[in-house]
């Protein structure tokens, strides 16, 4: 079984930043996708960012587009996500996702929870205005 775990989460001032990872640990696979969603309160879980195994197909949600970074480092099992000019809408629990088929390779693939096989339990970030 594979498991997934979050850190870098908490309170940050409006135009902040923080750093996200997501530890992969537990059953291995050759390859995977690393996926980052966010679920406001009241609100559906929504993509937020993407990335295959090699990193050379990187999706970013609009809301986020040219203010995160997602990242990778294969060797140590870890993803990333570099949040810069954090907005109060940013506030959500942040969860990663890992796709062990890692094939995916258009936005819609990317962007939908069914694609990925295995979730972590979500790490809080709150910005305050």
């Known amino acids: 079984q594979v498991q997934l775990v979050e850190s870098g989460g908490g309170l940050v001032q409006a135009g902040g930043s923080l750093r996200l990872s997501c530890a992969v640990s537990?059953?291995?696979?050759?390859?995977?996708?690393v996926g980052w969603f966010r679920q406001a309160p009241g609100k559906e879980r929504a993509f937020v960012a993407a990335?295959?195994?090699?990193?050379?197909?990187?999706y970013y949600a609009d809301s986020v587009k040219g203010r995160f970074t997602i990242s990778r480092d294969n060797a140590k099992n870890t993803g990333f996500l570099q949040m810069n000019s954090l907005k109060p809408q940013d506030t959500a629990v942040y969860y990663c996702?890992?796709?062990?088929?890692?094939?995916?390779?258009?936005?819609?693939?990317?962007?939908?929870?069914?694609?990925?096989?295995?979730w972590g339990q979500g790490t809080q970030v709150t910005v305050s205005s």
């Open positions: 996702a890992l796709d062990p088929a890692d094939y995916c390779s258009t936005y819609g693939c990317y962007a939908s929870s069914l694609t990925y096989k295995a």
């Open positions: 990335i295959s195994w090699y990193g050379d197909n990187i």
């Open positions: 537990g059953r291995t696979f050759s390859r995977y996708a």
